[in-house]
């Protein structure tokens, strides 16, 4: 399914193509008609956290090499000892998420956002998002607008969230000052897992988590492709969680 049939949710999985969202990445240097794939949603539990067999992200590495990356099978909504939580690949699919929870009241406009991530994902987007938009609207605009580094900057200037605790290496760890705060999303990159953060030490990494998701109302984790080979990411999600 082309970006003009794309479905107006997650119910069905589609391609999206030409040089817009993750896909505008390199677009130009990575062959003819690059195109990425966008799956699913499903209910279920952490065990349907599964990888899939479909390229989601592709870009160069540091070396210049392209690197096709498959992603989830499914983007997966289950709960994290009771608190909602949606398990995705690309990390602004989060933005839609995020708006949903808005719109049908589970979070307040002025959310405080605690962002667990090797990176900031704070790029500014080229088009801002109107907070009076729909569902379908902020579903075009995360896929076909956003991309795994700008979804954070739109959703503040809409004020949709507000106070921002960016957790990028260890020593963001020792921060709990947020932790019992509600009207909160927990967001987590399992990126910040990957080798090259072989120096921060998981068990704190584990308490900072178990410290904030009694409280928050929702919680987004991404598994990021292209920067954390999936089982691996998948295997730390599962041993965070308990499951």
Known sequence: MANDQAPSDYSEPFRIEGPVGNNALSYARRGPSPHLWVPSLVSGTLADVVPGDRVVF?????????????????????TWKGTPTVVMDNHNHAFYFWFEAFMTGHLQPGATLVHLDQHRD?????????????????????????????????????????????????????????????????????????????????????RFIDAHVPSASLITVATSPFFIDQPRAIARLRELAGA
Do not use: K, W
């Open 58 to 78: 592709e870009d160069f590495d540091e070396h210049g090499t392209l690197q096709s990356c498959t992603g989830l099978a499914h983007i997966v909504a289950t």
């Open 122 to 206: 704070t790029r500014t987007p080229a088009l801002a998002f109107d907070r009076a938009s729909t569902l379908p609207d902020a579903f075009r605009y995360a896929n076909f607008h956003l991309n795994v580094g700008n979804y954070i900057v739109p959703a503040s200037q809409a004020e949709l969230i507000d106070e921002i605790l960016l957790v990028t290496g260890e020593d963001g760890l020792h921060n709990l000052t947020l932790a019992g705060r509600g009207n909160t999303i927990l967001n987590i990159d399992l990126d910040f897992f990957a080798p090259e953060m072989s120096y921060v030490d998981v068990t704190l990494a584990r």
